[in-house]
């Protein structure tokens, strides 16, 4: 019966499905966030820098509280050939707290604890098999052999898109160059190690993005982020790419810690964890239908990630979908209505804030990266060889102008023209 029905249920307490019920409960509304993890961030994992801006308007007074590793002030982004790095290195006191590393087993927790405080109700340890759906309306969900209702369900799960393809939401296959998998690997290494090794002022912290021989070519790269008292390596690539060849993520990740550049940094480390986890990276391409009737979905569920090669981003984006599908049910409870209709503000709500816009801004990136291989293998190449030239000095090498020194070095590697078309392309996405 209806007047039984609690006001909403979220599911997945990562940062979309927190956020959400946090909005909802600080609403007066009636909320359970159900995760099937022990803990909230039990099973999460991401790179691990978020950037503030979201969690600043959910938590305008406690977010500096977050459980947040190091505030981000040294940005790299590096070039690695099997030998060579060649580094963009910005160390500037201008970025203020636009981001920090995080944990998500920290992070996570923290911000159900949030969502809890606020008055949420928080099961862990509780998956959710499937919607209960009745003539064609969600109505709830089943945990086991236990039905839950409610008169909305918002669907945080993450980048499983079972729950959306159940409410027929999402009904095409996802293309697999749309999906990339992330395999990332915590190593711990004394504050004062880091700090040195880095370059950084205690507090401060490194992000450093990988692109080139990380993922052995493919479309993807690597990623290195310092927390308090542990570095972040890991790597995302595509499905497609890693299905045409062949390869294993745990074997580029050995390569890549091994390699000489990172070698040094990470000596002395001890593998503290190793995980794995599918980023969906394509964007408004893969966006399901985001809300029907009773249902709405956030975060990665909706394919809320942008990834730029120098910067990936997922977890604003979950934090601030999050926020807007509540305010969607906040909505629908003040007028009585939770159908598809109504629901359907939360989409413009999206429009009208940094999520959609953002992604349909940068809606050409996913086919870029992958149909330019050569920004993996040949681009890096081409650099490293041009710069070993300039800084090599023997004696014996006849002098050349910078000019025709890259044209010899390009050659049989990349033509002008496949340069001229590859940064047209390059210069239109970005
Ligand atoms: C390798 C890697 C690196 C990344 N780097 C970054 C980065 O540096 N910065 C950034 O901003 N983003 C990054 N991302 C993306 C970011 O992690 C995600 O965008 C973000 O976690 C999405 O949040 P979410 O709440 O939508 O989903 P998730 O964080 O995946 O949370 C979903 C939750 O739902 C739970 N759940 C799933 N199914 C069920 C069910 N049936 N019943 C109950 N609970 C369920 C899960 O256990 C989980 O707790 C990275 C991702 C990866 C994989």
Not at 170 to 195: F, N, Y
Request: aromatic share 6%; charged share 20%; glycine share 10%.
């Amino acid at each position: 019966m209806a007047e039984e029905r609690m006001h909403a249920i979220v599911v997945g307490a990562g940062p979309a499905g927190s956020a959400a019920a946090l909005t909802l409960a600080r609403a007066g509304l009636e909320v359970v966030l159900i995760e099937r993890g022990a803990a909230p961030g039990a099973k999460n994992m991401t790179g691990g820098r978020l950037y503030t801006h979201a969690l600043k308007r959910l938590l305008p007074d406690n977010w500096a509280e977050a459980p947040m590793e190091r505030r981000v002030t040294r940005e790299l982004v590096t070039f690695l050939t099997e030998e060579s790095a060649i580094s963009l290195d910005l160390k500037s006191t201008r970025m203020g707290d636009n981001s920090y590393t995080v944990l998500r087993s920290r992070l996570d927790a923290w911000l159900a604890e949030q969502a809890e405080a606020a008055g949420a109700m928080v099961a862990s340890g509780v998956k959710v098999d499937a919607l209960l759906v009745e003539d064609g309306r969600v109505v709830g969900v089943r945990c086991g052999e236990d039905e839950m209702y409610a008169h909305a369900v918002i669907v945080a799960e993450g980048a499983n898109c079972l729950l959306p393809r159940q409410a027929g939401l999402r009904t095409r296959e996802i293309d697999p160059h749309h999906i990339a998998t992330g395999v990332k690997t915590t190593i711990e290494l004394p504050r004062q190690v880091i700090e040195d090794r880095f370059n950084l002022n205690p507090g401060e912290g490194a992000a450093q993005l990988f692109v080139g021989s990380p993922s052995g070519g493919l479309p993807g790269g690597g990623f290195l982020y310092t927390n308090q008292e542990s570095v972040s390596l890991g790597l995302v690539m595509t499905v497609a790419g890693m299905q045409k060849h062949q390869v294993r993520p745990a074997d580029l990740m050995e390569a890549f810690r091994a390699h000489p550049a990172l070698e040094p940094l990470l000596a002395g480390g001890k593998v503290a964890e190793y995980s794995a986890h599918l980023v969906p990276e394509g964007g408004v391409h893969m966006m399901p239908q985001l809300a029907g009737d009773g249902i709405l979905i956030a975060g990665d569920a909706a394919g809320f990630v942008l990834n730029l090669g120098f910067v990936i981003r997922g977890m604003d984006f979950a934090i601030a979908s999050g926020m807007h599908a509540a305010e969607a049910v906040i909505e629908a409870a003040a007028k009585g209505d939770y159908s598809a209709k109504t629901l359907t503000g939360y989409e413009q709500r999206l429009r009208d804030s940094f999520v959609l816009k953002e992604l349909a801004f940068y809606q050409r990136v996913p086919g870029f990266i992958e149909n330019t291989p050569r920004m993996f293998g040949t681009y890096p190449a081409l650099i490293e060889s041009i710069l070993t030239r300039m800084f090599t000095v023997d004696g014996t090498t006849e002098p050349a102008h910078l000019a025709s020194m890259a044209l010899t070095e390009m050659n049989g590697k990349a033509s002008l023209m496949q340069l001229a078309g590859d940064a047209w392309r390059g210069v239109r996405a970005l």
